[in-house]
């Protein structure tokens, strides 16, 4: 077996694991997820690799982001909730945490799939981080996995909520307040200063008779808007 065919060793894998706080009690597991189906083709002796471990990490990541969105944005609508998981159990960023992880130089694959770069290829990272996640299930439970996959989803959970707050605010916080049975939002501008072409308009948003937020800009829309968002901060805020 040539050095470019395998360059894992053991070792490498236990490391892998300390480093990042698993704690396998069975790496073998560990190993198994960080096995592509090309290594098997060119050593016989090795009998599992990471495709049904990957349908498990699928399955996991799919509940621990629905159950995050859930429990964190309760004025996402179904619809939104469902696009903003799919952002995130997508391969593209899975690809992304894998590279973060560290896991393409642990991947164990065929001669050819090396040489073609599968270490760093999206389909494959992605398919190792879903992996590797169902592995530390398998050995030790939802909790750890959450422990670990937390970081990486708040960071982009938070940049994928807020770009779509700044586009959708308005539309998320009628529909946070019709499903609370309070009534849609009611916008009033309080305040406009500045000459005709600079003006400069700031606006409060009002639920049940009670003001949620207060938002500025160079249009009546624009400050309803911000408005809206500083709405959603504060109900973010009121639930953790």
Not at 11 to 36: G, P, V, W
Not at 120 to 149: C, H, N, T
Not at 199 to 227: D, H, L, M, N
């Amino acid at each position: 077996m040539s050095d470019s065919q395998e360059t894992v060793q053991p070792d490498e894998i236990q490391e892998f694991s300390i480093r990042h706080h698993f704690q396998f009690k069975n790496l073998y597991l560990l190993r198994c997820a960080m096995t592509h189906r090309s290594y098997l083709n060119e050593n016989p002796g090795v009998l599992d690799d990471n495709e049904r471990l990957e349908f498990l990490g699928d399955a996991i990541l799919d509940f621990l982001v629905a159950s995050w969105l859930y429990n964190h944005y309760p004025y996402l609508s179904e619809g939104q909730m469902t696009r903003y998981r799919a952002a995130l159990v997508g391969n593209e960023q899975l690809a992304i945490f894998a590279r973060a992880t560290g896991i393409g130089p642990l991947l164990r694959m065929g001669k050819g799939e090396i040489e073609g770069g599968g270490r760093d290829r999206q389909a494959i990272l992605g398919s190792a981080f879903e992996a590797l996640i169902g592995a530390l299930y398998q050995d030790r439970g939802i909790e750890a996995v959450q422990k670990f996959v937390q970081p990486y989803l708040e960071a982009v959970l938070d940049e994928l909520i807020s770009d779509g707050r700044d586009v959708d605010a308005k539309s998320m916080l009628q529909e946070w307040a019709q499903s609370h049975k309070f009534g849609a939002p009611i916008y009033k501008m309080i305040d406009s200063q500045g000459p005709d072409h600079a003006k400069v308009f700031t606006v409060e948003v009002e639920i049940s008779g009670k003001v949620f937020g207060r938002g500025s800009g160079r249009s009546k829309q624009q400050a309803a808007k911000a408005a809206a968002k500083t709405a959603l901060l504060r109900i973010e805020e009121e639930i953790d």
